[in-house]
């Protein structure tokens, strides 16, 4: 499921660095991108949520919960 939720996020974000943890349908997840430039933190969640939204939906979906989302931009070392 991990997978799966790292995949769907760079399909829609493809520069993002991912990081996904957690299992029984409850995850963390942090998304680092430069897509998220002039953007407030809802509407960098909200980006994320879209790319996540058909692993969210129905009875028995495999994710049921994002327990923590974390958006950065990249740092400029």
Known sequence: MIE???QAILTAIPDAQV?????????TIE????????????????IVYK???????GDNAPLHA???LTCKLPSKD
């Open 19 to 27: 990081q996904v943890s957690g299992g029984g349908g409850h995850f």
């Open 4 to 6: 799966q939720i790292e």
């Open 66 to 68: 994002v327990d923590k």
């Open 31 to 46: 998304v680092i991108s430069s897509v998220f430039e002039g953007k407030n933190i809802v509407q960098q969640q909200r």
């Open 51 to 57: 790319a996540i939204w058909d692993l969210m939906k």
